[in-house]
């Protein structure tokens, strides 16, 4: 049987690109987002009684590349630093036979505005773009489950370094979010604590300079022992300076 479903909405997050996006939900809290949805569905009473619960789960759509990408039965997992392969159904890796994800993502309410009605959340880990067939209700009693065995994912993938932003880089900040409003400095060092490198990066010790990109803007780091150096931010197609 063939079934064919269509999205309800798309997300508006500051991950405008794929490298840098945590590779769990909740991981950087400072990552705030919004469902915008289409207008069949921008009704508040199909959200009636949602303010009660803190976090919603999203089904959506891994799109990009994923979706002509085809699949494997066994991939690679982060988690397990790039080297050592499992099956496709024991990952959370996004090219499946069909390319859909889940995500536990905390709840913050409507909101109506240009781009219509909107749903506003925080800690999501979704690409800016991304399809939502779905939205339910996160119930802990059912949901949440303490006891579970979490297989090779048993920590939480903290990295111990510190991040640091240069002064250039600070006043960048400032200048690209005066008020605030983006969160964009924690946002900033919430991601690169996480260490946003694929697992295999230390085949290549000679590698310290690294990008990615938040919003518009493209945040440049260099890595000296454990230490994430922030050296410039700034807007998105600049020139890289010093990259290695």
């Not at 994800?101 to 409507?110: I, R």
């Not at 605030?180 to 290549?204: A, F």
Request: glycine share 10%; net charge negative; with cysteine.
């Amino acid at each position: 049987m063939d079934f064919c479903f269509s999205p309800i909405g798309f997300i508006r997050s500051p991950y405008t690109d794929k490298f840098g996006i945590p590779r769990q939900p909740g991981l950087v809290t400072a990552a705030e987002a919004r469902l915008v949805l289409l207008p069949e569905f921008a009704r508040e009473e199909a959200f009636t009684g949602i303010e009660g619960f803190s976090h919603v789960w999203l089904l959506f759509v891994f799109h990009d590349d994923c979706l002509n990408a085809g699949w494997q039965p066994r991939v690679r997992p982060p988690r397990l630093g790039g080297r050592e392969r499992v099956g496709v159904f024991a990952s959370r890796a996004p090219y499946r036979p069909n390319p859909i994800g889940l995500s536990a993502v905390e709840h913050l309410g409507l909101e109506r505005g240009p781009q219509g009605l909107c749903v506003r959340l925080r800690g999501l880990d979704l690409l800016d773009g991304t399809p939502v067939l779905d939205v339910k209700p996160y119930v802990p009693y059912a949901d949440a489950l303490p006891d579970a065995l979490s297989g090779f994912s048993v920590d939480s993938p903290g990295v111990d370094w510190t991040v640091i932003l240069s002064p250039e880089a600070e006043a960048s900040v400032a200048a690209a979010d005066p008020l605030g409003e983006r969160r964009l400095r924690e946002l900033i060092v919430q991601v690169l604590v996480q260490d946003p490198r694929p697992g295999y990066m230390d085949r290549y010790p000679e590698r310290s300079s690294f990008g990615l990109r938040l919003y518009d803007l493209e945040i440049r780091w260099r890595v000296d022992g454990r230490t994430a150096l922030v050296t410039a931010v700034e807007p998105a197609g600049a020139p890289a300076a010093g990259s290695d």
